[in-house]
């Protein structure tokens, strides 16, 4: 499975952002697709996943009710909405997915694809 992603930028805080990911391959393989970023010096972190099949989605506690995660499985593409965004946000956004079903797998490690990253950058 290969993933690209599109859509990072530079933004002020408070603005709105919208990520995709395009899968292309075995998609077939990777029913959970997620979303993680990192900062230089800290370790990748989960942001969002969805379930392909059926659309549940799960979500970090510093991005519920700004951030949303949506698929679309006919173009084989996730996005994630990423609104009232805060210096914090930036970071380097990385699509992933995985052979799991289980959308609690919150870990890099339980996702074996993944993309090349998207920068987001937020200005106070």
């Known amino acids: 499975v290969q993933l690209t992603e599109s859509g990072g930028g530079l933004v002020q805080e408070g603005d709105s952002l919208r990520l995709s990911c395009t899968a292309s391959g075995r998609t077939a393989a990777a029913p959970v697709m997620a979303w993680f970023r990192q900062t230089p010096g800290k370790e990748r972190e989960f942001v969002a996943a969805?379930?392909?099949?059926?659309?549940?989605?799960e979500y970090t506690e510093a991005v519920k009710g700004r951030f949303k995660m949506s698929r679309d499985n006919a173009a084989n593409a996730v996005y994630l909405q990423l609104n009232s965004l805060k210096p914090e946000d930036t970071a380097v956004y990385y699509c992933?997915?995985?052979?799991?079903?289980?959308?609690?797998?919150?870990?890099?490690?339980?996702?074996?694809?993944w993309g090349q990253g998207a920068q987001v950058t937020v200005s106070s």
């Open positions: 992933a997915a995985s052979s799991s079903t289980f959308l609690t797998n919150w870990r890099p490690g339980d996702y074996e694809y």
């Open positions: 969805i379930r392909r099949r059926d659309g549940t989605t």
